[in-house]
C-alpha cells in the first residue's frame, strides 16, 4: 500500500478520497471510499480506466500528464454532480497531483463539497429565478408603458406617478382652457364609406392633430367618435394656457388646410371646427370607484362643447374670456353674439378663419 494508513485517516476526516493513477490512467490504488461515493460500489476498481470513473477527465489528458511532470503542480475539477445509492445529489471537487511517494503516479483526490454544491445550486437556481422574474417585470413594465403611452394622456401619468393628480375620485377647481375639435359633414361621409375607409381616414387626421395639441402642451383628455376634447393648464403651471390652446387651434387648422390642398381632389377628406372657453372648472376623476377618467367638467366645458359645434371649417371660435385672456397677443375677430342652450344671455364670440387668410 502507498499511502499510508495514517494519510488514508487523515483524509477520510477531511472527507477526501483517493485513487492513484498509473501513466495508462489506470487505477492501480485507492481508498473504500472512492468507488462508494462515485459509483455507488463497494468492490474495488483497481484496474480499472480513471476515465470511466471519473469521465470529466475526458479531454483533459494533456493537463495530467503535465501534472506528471511536475507543472503545474495541481489541477481541480470543482463541484462535479453525482448521485448516490439513495438517490440524492453529491458534489466532488477532483484535484489530480503527482505523489509524494511514487512520483511516476499519479493522485487524485475526491473531496465531498455536497453541502457547498447544494447551496450554489440553490444559489443557481435563486439566481436563474430571479433572472425569469426580472425578464418578465421587464416585460409588464414594456407592456405597461406602451398601455399607458397609448391610452392615457402623457401630462396626467406624470401627474399620478409625481403626485400631482390623486388616483381617486374627485377633483380641485382650476383656471382652464378648454380646446375642441369636431369633424364637419362626418356622418354623411360616414354614410358613403364603409367603417374601415372612414376609421382610417379618422385616424390619419387625428394623429396630426393630436401632435399639434401635445407640442402646445395640451392635454388630449377624450376622443367622442370625430371629435377630441383638449385641457391646457390641468396641473395649474401654464399661466398662459389661453394663448396656447387658440396657438394649437391655429397650428391645427393650417397644417389640415394645407393637407387638403395636397392631397387630390378625389381623396376622402375631412373638415374639422374648433371651439375654444376659459374659465373655471372642476379637474379630477370622475365616474365610478371601479371606473373613472381623468377629466374637466362644468359651465366651462359645456360652452366650449356648444361653440365647437357651430365652428365652420378651418376656423377657431372662442369666447370672450379666451379671448381676453390672450391680452391682444393674437387677434381675432368679434362675431355676432350667439344664443346657447343654458345661457341666459348671448354669448360674445370671436372668430379666425384659417381658410379665408
Not at 485517516?9 to 477526501?16: C, D, E, K, P
Not at 397609448?150 to 388616483?167: A, F, K, M, T, W
Request: hydrophobic share 40%.
Amino acid at each position: 500500500m502507498i499511502i499510508s494508513r495514517q494519510t488514508q485517516y487523515t483524509l477520510a476526516q477531511l472527507r477526501v478520497a483517493y485513487a492513484l493513477i498509473d501513466d495508462h490512467y489506470t487505477i492501480v490504488e485507492h481508498d473504500p471510499s472512492f468507488p462508494l461515493w462515485l459509483m455507488g460500489l463497494s468492490e474495488p476498481l483497481t484496474g480499472r480506466s480513471l476515465l470511466n470513473v471519473v469521465p470529466e477527465f475526458f479531454g483533459m489528458e494533456a493537463e495530467l500528464e503535465r501534472i506528471r511532470r511536475g507543472e503545474p503542480s495541481t489541477w481541480s475539477l470543482e463541484h462535479i454532480h453525482r448521485d448516490s445509492v439513495e438517490g440524492s445529489s453529491r458534489y466532488f471537487t477532483f484535484t489530480a497531483s503527482r505523489c509524494v511517494d511514487a512520483p511516476h503516479l499519479l493522485l487524485v483526490l475526491a473531496k465531498d463539497v455536497t453541502q457547498q454544491g447544494m447551496y450554489l445550486q440553490q444559489l443557481m437556481q435563486s439566481h436563474n429565478e430571479t433572472q425569469l422574474l426580472r425578464q418578465k417585470v421587464n416585460k409588464l413594465n414594456a407592456q405597461l408603458n406602451y398601455f399607458l403611452d397609448h391610452y392615457v394622456d402623457s401630462q396626467i401619468v406624470e401627474g399620478l406617478l409625481d403626485g400631482n393628480i390623486r388616483p381617486d375620485l374627485g377633483g380641485e377647481l382650476l383656471d382652464l382652457t378648454v380646446l375642441f375639435i369636431d369633424a364637419r359633414g362626418y356622418t354623411h361621409l360616414a354614410e358613403k364609406h364603409s367603417p374601415m375607409e372612414i376609421l382610417e381616414l379618422l385616424n390619419e387626421y387625428l394623429g396630426i392633430i393630436i401632435s399639434i395639441i401635445d407640442s402646445h402642451y395640451g392635454s388630449v383628455n377624450q376622443f367622442a367618435g370625430d371629435g377630441v376634447m383638449a385641457l391646457f393648464n390641468i396641473h395649474g403651471d401654464q399661466s398662459e394656457h389661453a394663448r396656447l390652446a387658440v396657438q394649437a387651434g391655429i397650428a391645427i387648422q393650417k397644417t389640415l388646410l394645407a393637407y387638403r390642398r395636397r392631397k387630390s381632389a378625389n381623396a376622402l377628406q375631412l373638415e374639422f371646427g374648433i371651439g375654444i372657453n376659459t374659465g373655471p372648472a372642476i379637474v379630477g376623476n370622475v365616474g365610478a370607484q371601479w371606473h373613472y377618467t381623468y377629466t374637466a367638467i362644468g359651465a366651462t366645458t359645456n360652452l366650449a362643447s356648444r361653440i365647437t359645434a357651430v365652428t365652420p371649417p378651418y376656423s377657431v371660435w372662442m369666447s370672450r374670456a379666451t379671448y381676453e385672456a390672450l391680452h391682444g397677443q393674437i387677434q381675432a375677430t368679434p362675431l355676432p353674439p350667439m344664443r346657447f342652450k343654458g345661457k341666459s344671455e348671448a354669448t360674445q364670440l370671436y372668430g379666425i378663419d384659417l381658410a379665408a387668410k
